[in-house]
């Protein structure tokens, strides 16, 4: 284990600070989830859809670090007013980490869950409608995939595996 | 970079208080201590100390005086038992690797607990590179070292254990005297290591009654400057330097002699040794005070590590469940109060304090947790103004997480 300097920008302290669009959502449409705690970090998203496919709502929840917290923030102000199509082909983690002004590096994959939680939250609202629009793919985006493999690793920690074998994953 | 710290620091600008409680990790070092050093570094023993001239006499003197009473606060025998070197990092690297090699003879195995200092972790690891195999003992929720496990670990094979005569993360003060007496018992050419950096100043700790060969200790653990530490050697006891250079008065560690960081360092062990029990019940009094305060203040919070007496009297370790550590670090220090959490960020998992996993705590437990310890200099008004920033800070993280990662 090592300690790194994190010398988060402007931006981040101030989403940090004063986070936009946070709360649970009671008329959501869509709620997803991605991340685990045992890893650090886990956000919520909650979607309102109108008839168009347009959102006109979005908010969030996080349990982790100042850039998790920043960067669901700002994709919940990305995707507002957005259709869900130009949200998908549009928003990803190397576009989030750009709007909000950079993260340490060791922090990308705050961006990459936040993108993971929103592209599922997309799939599911689909899902429940028995729908399946052509320009969403059937595989698993980038996103996505580190999602899943973030919660895989969380159920093996779960397993009171030591921090030595988690190393050489 | 530069710029993003420094609109950081500019989001600090009117602090109405400063309390740092992060005495792990650094520390601000007594105001005696930074003028018993100002004269040695352009008054007075600014010269080599083992050259031939006065400014070169001037800081032989000042080293072994200093040597002579930091043997005093160790009980040791002798001022030669006494080696200087650049910290506690420093001085566990020597410890192990130096021994190990000078030993290497004799057998291959070390023996050190799960719970220790990473620097130890690390060099057990990196030896095992030489033919050298590590033991890992377990210890319990409190953080004792399983005596039982440790007595199967120790044989005829093993050089050296290392066991810090208190954890560093969660203040647990391990049974050393019954140690070294199991270890011994098993091996009588054993050689026994603890890094009492978080010992020294705060528990009674006297390597002669501890039985110990080698024990480290570390100037800013006591509010000294950073930079300088020591490894006491029991005469007779053979480690091998680790690095090459000009040998001078330091027979375990080339290069000049840092003699006012060592003046520093010899001036914060005089104060906390002057009226040590008042120390220690200081120290214990705002720590009480600071668990105590936030336990009443804030639902779901979790003690790490043992309560009572064999505890160190300044850790106070404290998990925050639903509430994540760096995020309540950050918002803390906006507010003035400066504390460390246990994990810390790696590639893209947070990697947990092996400390609080070795003792059962859960991740998302690690996660949330922080680490303070009281210092000498606190005041009443210091702590009573951390436990005023504590619990909205704790309340506005855990607002953030809302429902998200109830366990």
Same mark, same amino acid.
């Given at each position: 284990?090592?300690?790194?300097?994190?010398?988060?920008?402007?931006?981040?302290?101030?989403?940090?600070?004063?986070?936009?669009?946070?709360? $649970?959502?009671?008329?959501?449409?869509?709620?997803?989830?991605?991340?685990?705690?045992?890893?650090?970090?886990?956000?919520?998203?909650?979607?309102?859809?109108?008839?168009?496919?347009?959102?006109?709502? #979005?908010?969030?929840?996080?349990?982790?670090?100042? #850039?998790?917290?920043?960067?669901?923030?700002?994709?919940?102000?990305?995707?507002?007013?957005?259709?869900?199509?130009?949200?998908?082909?549009?928003?990803?983690? $190397?576009?989030?980490?750009?709007?909000?002004?950079?993260?340490?590096?060791? $922090?990308?994959?705050?961006?990459?869950?936040?993108?993971?939680?929103?592209?599922?939250?997309?799939? $599911?609202?689909?899902?429940?409608?028995?729908?399946?629009?052509?320009?969403?793919?059937?595989?698993?985006?980038?996103?996505?995939?580190?999602?899943?493999?973030?919660?895989?690793? #969380?159920?093996?920690?779960?397993?009171?595996?030591?921090?030595?074998?988690?190393?050489?994953? | 970079?530069?710029?993003?710290?420094? %609109?950081?620091?500019?989001?600090?600008?009117?602090?109405?208080? &400063?309390?740092?409680?992060?005495?792990?990790?650094?520390?601000?070092?007594?105001?005696?201590?930074?003028?018993?050093?100002?004269?040695?570094?352009?008054?007075? %023993?600014?010269?080599?100390?083992?050259?031939?001239?006065?400014?070169?006499?001037?800081?032989?003197?000042?080293? !072994?005086?200093?040597?002579?009473?930091?043997?005093?606060?160790?009980?040791?025998?002798?001022?030669?038992?006494?080696?200087?070197?650049?910290?506690?990092? &420093?001085?566990?690297?020597?410890?192990? !690797?130096?021994?190990?090699?000078?030993?290497?003879?004799?057998? /291959?195995? =070390?023996?050190?607990?799960? =719970?220790?200092?990473?620097?130890?972790?690390?060099?057990?690891?990196?030896?095992?590179?030489?033919?050298? @195999?590590?033991?890992?003992?377990?210890?319990? @929720?409190?953080?004792?070292?399983?005596?039982?496990?440790?007595?199967?670990?120790?044989?005829?094979?093993?050089?050296?254990?290392?066991?810090? %005569?208190?954890?560093?993360?969660?203040?647990?003060?391990?049974?050393?005297?019954?140690?070294?007496?199991?270890?011994?018992?098993?091996? +009588? @050419?054993?050689?026994?290591?603890?890094?009492?950096?978080?010992?020294?100043?705060?528990?009674?700790?006297?390597?002669?009654?501890?039985?110990?060969?080698?024990?480290?200790?570390?100037?800013? /653990?006591?509010?000294?400057?950073?930079?300088?530490?020591?490894?006491?050697?029991?005469?007779?006891?053979?480690?091998?330097?680790?690095?090459?250079?000009?040998?001078?008065?330091?027979?375990?560690? +080339?290069?000049?002699?840092?003699?006012?960081?060592?003046?520093?360092?010899?001036?914060?062990?005089?104060?906390?040794?002057?009226?040590?029990?008042?120390?220690?019940?200081?120290?214990?009094?705002?720590?009480?005070?600071?668990?105590?305060?936030?336990? %009443?203040?804030? +639902?779901?919070?979790?003690?790490?590590? +043992?309560?009572?007496?064999?505890?160190?009297?300044?850790?106070?370790?404290?998990?925050?469940?639903?509430?994540?550590?760096?995020?309540?670090?950050?918002?803390?220090?906006?507010?003035?109060?400066?504390?460390?959490?246990?994990?810390?960020?790696?590639?893209?998992?947070?990697?947990? @304090?092996?400390?609080?996993?070795?003792?059962?705590?859960?991740?998302?437990?690690?996660?949330?947790?922080?680490? !303070?310890?009281?210092?000498?200099?606190?005041?009443?008004?210091? =702590?009573?103004?951390?436990?005023?920033?504590?619990?909205?800070?704790?309340?506005?993280?855990?607002?953030?997480?809302?429902?998200?990662?109830?366990?």
């Amino acid at each position: 284990m090592s300690r790194i300097p994190l010398p988060y920008n402007p931006k981040v302290l101030d989403l940090f600070r004063n986070p936009k669009n946070l709360g $649970k959502m009671d008329d959501a449409t869509v709620t997803a989830v991605a991340g685990n705690p045992a890893c650090g970090d886990m956000i919520t998203f909650y979607l309102k859809i109108n008839s168009e496919e347009i959102v006109e709502k #979005a908010s969030f929840e996080s349990y982790g670090c100042a #850039a998790n917290i920043a960067t669901s923030s700002i994709v919940t102000e990305m995707v507002k007013g957005k259709h869900l199509e130009e949200i998908w082909s549009t928003i990803t983690w $190397k576009k989030v980490t750009e709007e909000i002004g950079g993260l340490p590096s060791v $922090k990308f994959h705050c961006g990459v869950l936040a993108v993971g939680a929103l592209k599922r939250a997309i799939r $599911k609202y689909y899902q429940d409608r028995g729908v399946q629009p052509t320009w969403l793919p059937k595989d698993l985006t980038f996103e996505e995939k580190q999602a899943v493999e973030e919660e895989e690793l #969380a159920r093996m920690l779960a397993k009171r595996l030591k921090p030595e074998a988690e190393k050489q994953s | 970079m530069v710029e993003n710290v420094k %609109a950081l620091l500019k989001a600090h600008e009117g602090l109405r208080r &400063e309390v740092y409680l992060d005495n792990e990790n650094s520390c601000i070092v007594r105001r005696e201590s930074v003028e018993a050093m100002l004269p040695y570094f352009n008054q007075r %023993a600014y010269g080599n100390p083992a050259l031939t001239h006065k400014p070169g006499w001037e800081a032989f003197e000042t080293i !072994m005086e200093c040597s002579r009473e930091i043997a005093d606060f160790l009980d040791a025998d002798a001022a030669e038992e006494v080696n200087f070197v650049p910290g506690e990092t &420093e001085a566990n690297n020597l410890a192990l !690797m130096g021994t190990a090699f000078a030993y290497r003879n004799q057998g /291959k195995k =070390i023996v050190i607990s799960e =719970i220790e200092p990473i620097n130890v972790l690390h060099v057990a690891e990196l030896l095992q590179k030489y033919g050298f @195999s590590t033991v890992k003992v377990p210890v319990d @929720s409190g953080g004792f070292v399983n005596l039982d496990a440790l007595r199967e670990a120790v044989d005829k094979d093993t050089v050296l254990v290392s066991i810090a %005569a208190v954890n560093n993360e969660i203040g647990t003060v391990q049974p050393i005297k019954e140690a070294v007496s199991i270890a011994k018992d098993r091996n +009588p @050419s054993v050689i026994f290591h603890t890094d009492a950096s978080d010992a020294y100043g705060r528990i009674r700790f006297s390597v002669k009654e501890l039985g110990v060969d080698l024990a480290t200790v570390s100037s800013y /653990k006591i509010q000294g400057p950073r930079g300088t530490g020591v490894l006491y050697v029991k005469e007779g006891v053979r480690t091998e330097k680790i690095l090459e250079g000009q040998i001078g008065t330091q027979k375990l560690w +080339p290069g000049v002699e840092n003699t006012p960081m060592i003046v520093g360092f010899w001036k914060a062990s005089e104060l906390v040794f002057e009226g040590f029990e008042e120390n220690v019940a200081h120290m214990r009094r705002l720590r009480d005070k600071l668990v105590e305060g936030i336990f %009443a203040a804030l +639902p779901d919070v979790r003690l790490n590590g +043992p309560s009572g007496g064999l505890r160190a009297p300044d850790n106070a370790n404290i998990s925050f469940l639903r509430c994540e550590g760096e995020a309540l670090t950050i918002e803390l220090s906006l507010k003035g109060v400066y504390v460390s959490s246990g994990s810390a960020c790696s590639r893209r998992l947070l990697q947990p @304090s092996h400390v609080l996993v070795a003792i059962g705590r859960k991740y998302s437990e690690a996660h949330g947790s922080i680490l !303070m310890k009281t210092l000498w200099t606190h005041t009443e008004e210091d =702590i009573a103004y951390a436990l005023e920033v504590f619990p909205s800070a704790v309340e506005r993280i855990r607002g953030i997480v809302g429902s998200t990662g109830v366990d």
